[in-house]
């Protein structure tokens, strides 16, 4: 553990085991998410001792020279690029960050809090400490589920049929594919099936810095074309791979290191609905205007990929290469629409936009808001989907045609 202090870490032995080969090879070919294989064997070793001891001994002189249990992140990374083709308004400090969205619970009937006009983006002040954790100015207001308590989504997966609430997958559970080791995690309660947020680990923001993030959306004859290379516009990205913080790597073995990849997606510019919905693929299932793709919920076991797997404190986390988003990270909800409606965050494969966790009002969504493909529509918005912390995060399934 990096605990604050000047500590000397050790690596685990485990992060130096290769695995079967055999084994992952087979789950590469139905598991396109998530894909967790091998370690880069005894090649690596000697960057990774010197990786590990660097880590340490910047977490250890934040440490010590705060003399604090918290520390208050301070822009580690000097070469850290900030934005390129798209601006995203209302971008927080370079020492702000992420996601942290209040829930709803999920057991009962949503009593949504009276409307409160939201005028303009709440300030997020997030903080890591050197376990890792995140707290969130909005996860500690009254408004919305408590974040200590989220639901763990495991068991809202199904393959039959599209339910309110539930992840509609094509794909069924897989318990042989990789995913966190459930007796390392601390921030789940497996007998109540929560996991609370602020005890969750989040990998920190470091070193690494993979590029420049693009988005370019153009919008001809009706049809919305958007190139990405898959890397944050913002910049905002976490230290990987995470085989360099040992505390992580033993709870999570994901090796990946997120790079530069071409996308274009090319969706109706106007949208309908379906005959009947469609449920939602492993792999991307939208893109937000991050230029980052969306992934559903679920990893490749077919659970809750948010609440167990560890992801970066910016949302996102490589699946091999192929960084992605399991939910919509709050910062990316930074445009508000005259009523307090959030703004359009991304788009999904079938066209539909995708707009952040509030609706009319300014009022935070949550599923009981929301249909079984997590979306509604109401004003002159049409059909769209809505983030939520609440499991499926993002949608339910496809209420539109795919492309
Ligand atoms: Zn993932
Ligand atoms: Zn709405």
């Known amino acids: ?29 139905t598991e396109p998410e998530d894909i967790k294989n091998g370690n ?35 822009e580690p990374q000097k070469q850290q690029v900030l934005v390129t083709t798209e601006a995203q308004p209302g971008i927080m400090p370079t020492n702000t960050a992420i996601p942290a969205r ?5 057991s009962t009937p949503n009593t949504p809090a009276a409307p409160v006009p939201a005028t303009s983006v709440p300030a997020i002040d997030i903080r890591i400490n050197a376990d890792f954790t995140l707290t969130s100015v909005l996860c500690s207001d ?23 609430g539930f992840l ?49 959306e153009t919008v001809v004859d009706n049809r919305r074309k958007i190139e990405i290379n898959n890397l944050p516009v913002d910049g905002k990205i976490g230290d990987w791979p995470m085989t360099n913080y040992p505390q992580l790597t033993e709870i999570d073995r994901n090796p990946g290191i997120p790079a530069s990849t071409s996308f274009s997606f090319t969706y109706s510019d106007k949208p309908s609905e379906a005959s009947s919905p469609t ?24 659970e809750d990929a948010l609440a167990r797997e560890i992801v970066d404190m910016f949302g996102g986390h490589p699946a091999r290469s192929e960084y992605h988003y399991h939910f919509i990270p709050e910062r990316l909800d930074n445009e508000i629409l005259g009523d307090g409606h959030s703004g359009i965050v991304g788009y999904i494969n079938d ?46 399934c496809y209420m539109g045609t795919l492309r």
């Open 1 to 29: 553990m990096l605990s604050p202090g000047c500590v000397i870490v050790e690596a685990p032995d485990s992060i130096w085991e290769i695995p079967d080969k055999n084994a992952l090879s087979a789950q590469l070919e």
């Open 40 to 74: 880069g064997g005894v090649v690596g070793i000697c960057t990774k001792i010197v990786n590990v001891l660097l880590s340490a001994f910047i977490l250890a002189i934040l440490a010590c020279s705060s003399g604090n249990q918290e520390v208050t992140v301070v």
């Open 102 to 106: 209040p829930p709803t619970n999920t």
């Open 142 to 164: 009254e408004q919305g589920p408590d974040c200590s308590k989220l639901r763990v989504g495991d068991d809202y997966l199904t393959t039959s049929m599209p339910a309110k």
């Open 168 to 216: 509609y997958s094509c794909d069924g559970p897989n318990p042989n594919a990789p995913g966190s080791t459930d007796s390392k995690i601390t921030w789940i309660n497996f007998a109540d099936k929560t996991w609370n947020f602020f005890r969750k680990l989040w990998l920190p923001q470091g070193i690494f810095s993979p590029g420049t993030g693009t988005y370019k």
């Open 279 to 302: 449920c939602a693929s492993l792999g991307e299932i939208g893109v937000t205007k991050n230029g980052v793709v969306i992934y559903n919920a679920a990893d490749g076991r077919g």
């Open 351 to 396: 066209g539909f936009p995708i707009y952040g966790y509030k609706g009319v009002g300014g009022v935070e969504m949550s599923n009981d808001d929301l249909d079984q493909c997590h979306g509604h529509q109401h004003g002159t918005l049409g059909y769209h989907y809505h983030a939520t912390i609440e499991y499926p995060y993002t949608i339910g």
